[in-house]
């Protein structure tokens, strides 16, 4: 992946790369419902509104498909690639998915 990978990125556009949501707005209206919790630096928020940046490194943690998510990030992306691309863009932490 490019430096590109590693700047910051719009948490509706990371969550589609992730291939967490098909697509985009499904994305936004997910986060307009602050259904996301963030953790960055040791603190906690909600990201409430689809433009908020998501870096490397930050945590987030949500529940979707009746099942509770934590993830680190690790890449932005550049693009909705494949599943294994998606994958390369988190980490799961606690087992809680897949």
Do not use: Q
């Not at 556009?13 to 953790?39: C, N, P, Q, V």
């Not at 691309?85 to 998915?97: F, H, K, M, N, T």
């Amino acid at each position: 992946m490019s430096e590109a990978a590693d700047e910051p990125c719009r948490a509706d556009l990371w969550l589609w790369h992730a291939r967490f949501f098909k697509t985009r707005s499904l994305a936004a209206r997910f986060i307009e419902d602050g259904r996301i919790r963030l953790t960055r630096g040791g603190v906690e928020s909600r990201v409430d509104k689809p433009a908020r940046t998501l870096k490397p490194g930050d945590l987030l943690v949500f529940a979707i498909g009746g099942r509770l998510v934590s993830v680190r990030i690790l890449a932005s992306g550049e693009r909705r690639g494949p599943a294994s691309e998606a994958r390369s863009l988190y980490e799961v932490i606690d087992g809680s998915a897949d």
